[in-house]
């Protein structure tokens, strides 16, 4: 089954993904690219790179740059979200993200999503509950996917943190820069080897 949500911990490993076909959308496919995480650090740029990272799936890509909660009310900008063959959310602010997009009709959208992708910090955004990047605290996510909690790698201090404040019923994965987990229509799983996967304090598989 093809991929309908994939997390990577870097635009590298989204772009291996690519080559190596993980995120399949076909030539002439409508793709876009949502940079709003990096308002504060400059969305064209982030626009260009994360076009740059699509561009070996052949699919015609169009920055939407939703960088506020008034853009994120646009008709527009929700249309094309929920239009797109596949959707690439930018790394970035996560909580900016998480600001601008909860409770709008774009984060409607992106809950919505045929196939959505997400990178970096961004990727601990989309479930019921996120890693504060600023020092690992689980909090409340988006909730816009379900069953993972993801976090991108930190120190050994601060992973300890994360996991002995979660609920050891919680599976957690941890991505290294090439960790890139997705959901494939009825299970999470991993790919690559830069992915950690915990319960509490004991390893397990996706």
């Known amino acids: 089954m093809p991929a309908t949500t ?30 709003t ?13 994360l076009a740059a990272s ?19 009310t646009e008709p ?34 992106l809950r919505d999503a045929r196939r959505l992708v997400a990178v970096g910090t961004v990727a601990s955004l ?4 996120m890693i504060d990047p600023r020092g690992g605290a689980p909090t409340v996510g988006l909730g816009y996917r379900t069953g993972l909690v993801v976090t991108l790698a930190a120190s050994e201090e601060q992973l300890a943190r994360t996991r002995a404040l979660l609920d050891p019923a919680v599976t957690l994965a941890v991505l290294g820069p ?12 991993r790919w690559g080897e830069d992915v950690a996967v915990t319960r509490g304090d004991e390893a397990v598989e996706l």
Do not use: N, Q
């Open 6 to 35: 994939i997390l990577t911990g870097s635009l590298d490993a989204l772009a291996r993904a690519v080559d190596d076909g993980l995120l399949e959308v076909g030539h002439d496919a409508d793709l876009v690219v949502v940079p």
């Open 178 to 189: 090439w960790g890139v987990v997705y959901f494939d229509e009825s299970r999470w799983r």
């Open 126 to 129: 989309l479930g019921d509950l």
């Open 76 to 109: 527009y900008f929700a249309r094309r979200l929920r239009e797109a063959d596949a959707v690439v959310l930018g790394d970035g602010a996560a909580l900016h993200a998480k600001s601008v997009w909860h409770g709008t009709p774009v984060g409607e959208a």
């Open 37 to 49: 995480a990096a308002a504060f650090t400059g969305m064209t740029e982030a626009a260009v790179a």
């Open 54 to 72: 699509v561009e070996g799936a052949g699919a015609t890509v169009e920055a939407l740059m939703i960088g506020d909660r008034a853009a994120a």
